[in-house]
């Protein structure tokens, strides 16, 4: 399973981006989905997580300011993040858990990462 991701730029203090991220693959299907972010210098740190039931949770730092929503449709998750401030400046990782049967329909579990994308907030 590959994720690719996309939406990050350049943005002002107080404003807005949305980041997306598609699962792609044979066979699938997707758990948890989780948007990671690590800033220059500073571990990487867990922002949002999105069940395949529904359930969300956030870092501390963006309750409130993030959302994080998924279309399973697409198996695509989204990051609608606002009121950004420069501390949020870091490169954005989707990663998400799942299943996949292979020919035998064997269940294969696993966790994938997306490449990464950069979000800058100049203050």
């Known amino acids: 399973v590959q994720l690719q991701a996309s939406g990050g730029g350049l943005v002002q203090t107080g404003g807005s981006l949305r980041l997306s991220c598609a699962a792609s693959g044979r066979r699938f299907s997707i758990n948890d989905m989780d948007w990671y972010r690590q800033a220059p210098g500073k571990q990487r740190e867990l922002v949002a997580r999105?069940?395949?039931?529904?359930?969300?949770n956030y870092a501390d730092s963006v309750k409130g300011r993030f959302t994080i929503s998924r279309d399973n449709a697409k198996n695509t998750v989204y990051l609608q993040m606002s009121s950004l401030k420069p501390e949020d400046t870091a490169v954005y990782y989707c990663?998400?858990?799942?299943?996949?049967?292979?020919?035998?329909?064997?269940?294969?579990?696993?966790?994938?990462w997306g490449q990464g994308t950069l979000v800058t907030v100049s203050s």
């Open positions: 990663a998400a858990d799942w299943r996949h049967y292979n020919d035998n329909d064997e269940i294969v579990v696993g966790r994938s």
């Open positions: 999105a069940s395949s039931g529904g359930n969300t």
